[in-house]
């Protein structure tokens, strides 16, 4: 805006100069005086016209900058990402050759495991290295069998979404779900 105004009083002082010139001089003259305005006229427009270049310029080199940030940290995020990858399957096969030594190389067992399932016949540790530990547990005990209820998810005092039943160890039943109310509902959408 300085500019512009400095330009604008610029030109009034060259018109007044020249009404000036041509009373004094003559008309012979103007010829002169216009050229020479012309000249400084065109020397102030190229002032201007460089410094909008420059501008043009500096924000290409601005913009050009940061798309060469947005790709460099692009290509951080997707080189994190594939480690985390990475870790988390050496993290499962360390797991896997774990349990299978643990499961004398039963692979139904570590599979279900490993795909947090729970089935009937399952023993206690294979359920708790599926599901992982119980928020709570009801034991009966009596004189031929302990009866466990493992309870999971709680929704209130005593109150319990999934439950599964153990007699002696072993798995027995459940009742609820141990997955929540939208996941089962984003898995009946996408049948």
């Known amino acids: 805006m300085f500019w512009i105004i400095c ?9 007044q100069s020249a ?17 020479f305005v012309g000249g400084i006229f065109f020397c102030i427009r190229s002032i201007f016209k460089k410094k909008e270049n420059d501008e043009i310029i500096e924000y290409a ?13 692009k290509a951080k995020k997707l080189a994190f990402m594939k480690q985390q990858e990475i870790d988390k399957q050496k993290e499962i096969e360390d797991r896997r050759k774990c349990l299978m030594l643990m499961y004398n190389n039963d692979s139904f067992v570590v599979n279900g495991i490993l795909a947090h399932q729970y089935w009937q016949g399952q023993t206690q540790s294979q ?18 069998k302990v009866l466990e209820t493992y309870k ?16 002696n160890g072993n798995v ?9 109310k939208k996941e089962n509902e984003e898995s009946d959408d996408k049948k």
């Open 7 to 15: 330009a604008v009083i610029l030109f009034y002082f060259l018109v």
């Open 19 to 35: 009404i000036w010139l041509v009373q004094m001089i003559g008309v012979w003259c103007l010829f002169t005086l216009l050229f």
């Open 172 to 180: 027995i039943g459940w009742k609820g779900s141990l997955e929540n």
């Open 152 to 167: 999971y998810k709680c929704i209130g005092k005593n109150r319990y979404a999934f439950r599964i039943f153990l007699e």
């Open 127 to 144: 359920l708790i290295d599926s599901i992982g530990e119980p928020q709570d547990i009801d034991r009966n005990v009596m004189k031929t």
């Open 61 to 73: 080199k601005y913009m050009q900058e940061r798309r060469r940030l947005k790709k460099e940290a």
